[in-house]
């Protein structure tokens, strides 16, 4: 199988091209963090946080994406903010289902309602929550549904081709997951889900804050100083960034100088986590398949791999080449739009993807 590259075709390719080739359909890279939509012949057409805002009373939904996002945190007692994903898997269904459904409307021209959909799932989700993103999707309006594994699209959108007899490891750090996999010959050899990514990270941070300076921050001001100054291996020019929250004690407004060392020490716990899931998932890597990652190094995807110093961190820890994929934050949605245009195909591996899935581990 070979994928081509991501290119925006116009109007009138779309309709030479027809649908077989997938065009039209639909891939969605459901985030804990991003949702992102791939409409096939197009590319990306939609990249949003996962965040819905609604009546907590009448359900009715106010804003989603980054409109909602804005109001997490500062919403009246009537409207929540929520994120219906945890982990990379959905946590409310029904909000999802409203999430998915806003999405879809918003990329369907109404000439070719009911697209078929691929929609990304971490390896590690269990067939109940398999079932659940795809009632999710149904629900919203798709014909059909076929999931495809994070992994493996991320693989896929990087360019790396994923055919070959070759052992490859791609580390996916998300909003709410870590995935580890081996692939080689288009599937998952071995693979380690751990229910830590980004937001952790950000819980960890909050964490030190009210530890070390008594000063509660909530997770967008977390994840605001995580992107500012955060890092994963020492820094060539180390940096401070003024933090502004409220004293435990006083209960008012205050501001404090971080350093960049501190935020590094607050985000060790989580980054040593994720560290052991790759390491022992190379200590139970096949010989060969190991020899493989050896040569061809290991791939970062996902934007937890944007932290600063990480793939030297791995490299350290490793001694394995590592390199984060160019398009980190979205190759795991070019990669599920690539493989639209092999959708019957896809739909042929379901089962063989589901017994794989069991044997994968996932680590709480
Ligand atoms: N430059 C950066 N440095 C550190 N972290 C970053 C950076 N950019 C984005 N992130 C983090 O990446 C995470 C989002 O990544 P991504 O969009 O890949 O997650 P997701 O696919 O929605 O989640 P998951 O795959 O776990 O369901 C957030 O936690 C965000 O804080
Ligand atoms: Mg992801």
């Known amino acids: 199988m070979r994928f081509g590259r991501d290119r925006p075709r116009g109007a009138t390719s779309r309709r030479r091209l027809g649908s077989t080739l997938g065009v039209n359909d639909i891939a969605i890279d459901l985030g804990t963090a991003n949702t992102l939509v791939y409409v096939g012949g197009e590319g990306i057409v939609v990249a949003e946080p996962s965040v819905v805002a609604m009546d907590t009373e009448s359900g009715e939904v106010h804003a989603v994406g980054a409109e909602a996002e804005r109001m997490i945190g500062r919403t009246p007692a009537t409207i929540s903010a929520v994120r219906p994903l945890r982990h990379g898997v959905i946590a409310d269904f029904e909000v ?109 941070l909050g964490h030190y804050m009210r530890g070390a300076h008594q000063l509660v921050i909530g997770s967008r001001t977390a994840e605001a100083i995580k992107l500012a100054i955060g890092s994963a291996h020492p820094l060539a020019e180390e940096m401070t960034f003024a933090v502004r929250g409220r004293h435990i004690i006083s209960g008012l407004p205050s501001e404090v100088q971080l350093h960049s060392e501190e935020v590094r020490e607050a985000l060790r716990a989580p980054l040593r986590e994720i560290l052991l899931a790759i390491t022992e998932t190379l200590e139970q890597t096949p010989p060969e398949l190991a020899s493989d990652i050896a040569r061809h190094g290991i791939l970062l995807a996902g934007g937890g791999t944007l932290l600063r110093g990480l793939a030297k961190l791995v490299e350290e820890e490793t001694a394995i080449a590592t390199n984060v994929i160019e398009t980190a934050l979205t190759c795991v949605a070019v990669g599920s739009g690539l493989a639209l245009e092999h959708y019957d195909r896809l739909a042929g591996s379901a089962t063989a993807k589901r017994a794989r899935a069991s044997r994968s581990t996932t680590t709480t």
């Open 96 to 204: 999802t289902e409203q999430m998915l459904r806003y999405f879809i409307a918003r990329v369907l021209d109404r000439r070719w309602a009911h697209p078929r959909l691929i929609v990304c799932a971490p390896s590690g989700v269990t067939e109940v929550e398999q079932r659940a993103v795809e009632h999710a999707a149904l629900a919203a309006g798709a014909r059909r549904v076929q999931l495809i594994e994070e992994p493996i699209a991320a693989a896929i959108g990087a360019g790396v081709p994923i055919e070959e007899p070759v052992g490859r490891m791609i580390v996916d750090i998300g909003g709410g997951t870590s995935e580890v996999a081996v692939i080689s010959l288009g599937g998952i050899v071995l693979s380690r889900s751990l229910r830590v990514g980004g937001y952790e990270m950000d819980e960890a």
